[in-house]
């Protein structure tokens, strides 16, 4: 019988893998897909990570604390080899991070400024912006730009690799190609029906705990177990551009302005659909490949296992597209449409919980006794890439049993991602009815 057995190799999984054979647990990761992480809300090269919250934020405080244990992790990995080639800067680019407002989003901007974080970012107004940052804004807007070390971007697939190296130096198992169809406990065990995607054969796996990460699938996986989490979580999908200067114009381009889009990057916008852009990679010539979105832009899914492989819809192309070149002239870059080429473009998915918190908790069975032998992380939406290791040190303590940590924003966080009964039912439950 395994001790633990964690069930999805995304961000979340193999950052609690991690944390779990950090503390020299027996556990086991099971990924049904090939150590070739193709189809996952973790796909990819950059996510936003930013550290700018109001007092007390259990967002920034999941962002710092991941920044730590990514330290921790280059340490150990580097003691580990006599090259000691790991750094920081494999899985964070240290940029300004621009975030857009309306003006009467000025409540949430003035909840940023408090002593400790007071130097980490400056604002700007229509008046002031192009002289502080370069950027033209409109009358009614505000852009807030935050230096931080290790805020701009993190790259998930440098760090679930060097999570997967320490996982196994530590004495842990990542299981590829294993995709669980049933969970369900039987006489205090858990038993977990597995498929393996070479050999097509099941076979079942014991365990005394499990932790639950499978992302987007999470609802199918509990399936048995609580399947009332179908009204907790719920896949959506979210579609990505990568967009680039057409190489003819990219020349054209002086290196002022080449040093203000990059500046620029990357942006997330608090209005309407919310377009966000990032600098994913830069090509021989200096010219970034930018990914851009709308974090808003979010359509329920019909077929989960289709929807990484669905074609991209014209409108919402159409519509990053003209963001992604408004962006551009509002650093006073004129781009002609046809000097915007798309490289690449896919559907990825957001999960999310109806509160849009995520979930980092113990959860009831089927029927409704809670059980301290599982633990769920999921329902990241968009704040998942950035706090990962955050999500994993609590899903590592709740799942051993450790008490955690004393400090209050750490007490915070785990009340907040707590709990999914309490969330489903806000007010009080209809009597007789326990999930
Ligand atoms: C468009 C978009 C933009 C985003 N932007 C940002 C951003 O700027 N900043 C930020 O911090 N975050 C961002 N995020 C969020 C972040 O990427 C996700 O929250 C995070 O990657 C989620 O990781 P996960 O491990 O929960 O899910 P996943 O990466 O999906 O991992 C789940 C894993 O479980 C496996 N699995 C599923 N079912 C089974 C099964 N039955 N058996 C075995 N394995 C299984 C899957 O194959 C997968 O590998 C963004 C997300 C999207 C979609």
Redesign the pocket.
């Known amino acids: 019988m395994e001790n633990i057995i964690v069930?999805?190799?995304?961000?979340?999984?193999?950052?609690v893998t991690w944390k779990l054979a950090e503390q020299g647990e027996k556990v086991v990761l099971?990924?049904?897909?090939s150590e070739s992480?193709d189809?996952?809300?973790?796909?990819?090269a950059?996510?936003?990570?930013?550290s700018l919250g109001p007092k007390k934020d259990i967002f920034s405080f999941v962002?710092n604390r991941t920044v730590k244990e990514v330290g921790k992790l280059i340490e150990f990995l580097n003691t580990e080899t006599t090259t000691k080639n790991h750094a920081m800067e494999d899985v964070y680019s240290t940029s300004p991070v621009s975030y857009l407002y309306k003006k009467d989003q000025y409540d949430a901007i003035r909840k940023l400024r408090y002593k400790k974080q007071r130097y980490d970012y400056r604002r700007a107004s229509g008046n002031s912006a192009f002289r502080k940052f370069g950027v033209t804004l409109k009358e009614d807007e505000i852009l807030v730009r935050e230096y931080k070390t290790h805020s701009g971007?993190?790259n998930?697939s440098a760090l679930l690799e060097k999570l997967r190296l320490g996982i196994n130096k530590k004495g842990g198992q990542v299981k590829f190609n294993?995709?669980?169809?049933k969970l369900v406990k039987k006489e205090g065990v858990f038993e977990i029906e597995?498929l393996n995607g070479k050999t097509n054969k099941k076979t079942t796996i014991k365990a005394k705990k499990v932790v639950v990460?499978?992302?987007?699938?999470?609802v199918?996986?509990l399936k048995d177990f609580a399947p009332y989490f179908n009204r907790i979580i719920t896949p959506k999908r979210?579609?990505?551009a990568y967009y680039k200067i057409a190489d003819e114009r990219f020349q054209q381009l002086s290196e002022l302005e080449i040093k203000s889009i990059f500046a620029a990057q990357?942006m997330?916008s608090q209005i309407g659909k919310e377009y966000?852009s990032?600098v994913e990679r830069v090509e021989d010539n200096g010219s970034p490949i930018i990914k851009a979105?709308g974090?808003q832009i979010r359509r329920n899914i019909l077929d989960l296992d289709k929807v990484w492989d669905l074609a991209p819809r014209k409108k919402e192309l159409k519509w990053i597209k003209k963001k992604f070149r408004k962006y551009m002239e509002m650093l006073e870059i004129f781009l002609k449409k046809k000097e915007i080429e798309l490289v690449d473009a896919y559907n990825?998915?957001?999960?999310e919980t109806r509160t849009k918190v995520?979930l980092v908790t113990h959860i009831k069975n089927q029927f409704g006794a809670l059980d301290r032998d599982i633990v769920v992380?999921?329902g990241?939406?968009?704040?998942?890439?950035?706090?990962?290791l955050g999500y994993g040190v609590i899903g590592a303590n709740l799942i051993t049993g450790n008490a955690g940590e004393s400090s209050k924003i750490y007490k915070r966080a785990v009340r907040k991602f707590g709990s999914p009964g309490n969330r489903l039912w806000t007010k009080r439950p209809r009597r007789g009815r326990l999930f």
């Open positions: 069930i999805g190799g995304g961000l979340m999984g193999t950052s099971l990924e049904q897909q992480y189809n996952g809300s973790s796909y990819g950059a996510r936003i990570s930013r962002h971007t993190i998930p294993t995709k669980v169809v597995v990460a499978a992302g987007p699938y999470t199918s996986v979210v579609l990505l990357p997330f966000f990032m979105g974090h990825c998915v957001y999960s995520p992380i999921g990241m939406s968009g704040v998942g890439a950035k706090g990962c």
